[in-house]
């Protein structure tokens, strides 16, 4: 049974920072990217940040480059990791926050989600 599951969200002052973590577990997850998207109240899902399986490949959407940072950990047996460094927070960075398993294309900054987590919810106070 395929799961991923998302953890590190929490309720933090603007400035502060926080780090989301994703496993995904159940299957192979070679070639697999891993990424993470965010969706406000009211608001459509955004996709944020993504890696490659081998990490050569990031993607950061403008709102969050050189704020938050995401990296992978493929080393551990069948639990397949991704985290989510996010620093400098802002009020408006509150989302429930979405880790995925699927494809990216680079070029077009788009991700195809196969396998998602439930979320978490970060919430940045002013």
């Known amino acids: 049974q395929v799961q991923v599951v998302e953890s590190g969200g929490g309720l933090v002052q603007a400035g502060d920072s926080l780090r989301l973590s994703c496993a995904a577990s159940?299957?192979?997850?070679?070639?697999?990217?891993l990424g993470w998207f965010r969706q406000a109240p009211g608001k459509e899902r955004e996709f944020i940040a993504a890696?490659?399986?081998?990490?050569?490949?990031?993607?950061?959407?403008d709102s969050v480059k050189g704020r938050f940072t995401i990296s992978r950990d493929n080393t551990k047996n069948t639990v397949y990791t991704s985290s989510l460094q996010m620093n400098s927070l802002k009020v408006e960075d509150t989302a429930v926050y979405y880790c995925?398993?699927?494809?990216?294309?680079?070029?077009?900054?788009?991700?195809?989600?196969?396998?998602w987590g439930q979320g978490t919810q970060v919430t940045v106070s002013s």
């Open positions: 995925a398993a699927g494809s990216v294309e680079w070029g077009r900054a788009t991700m195809q989600g196969k396998y």
């Open positions: 159940g299957r192979n997850f070679y070639s697999y990217a």
């Open positions: 890696i490659s399986w081998s990490g050569n490949n990031t993607y950061y959407v």
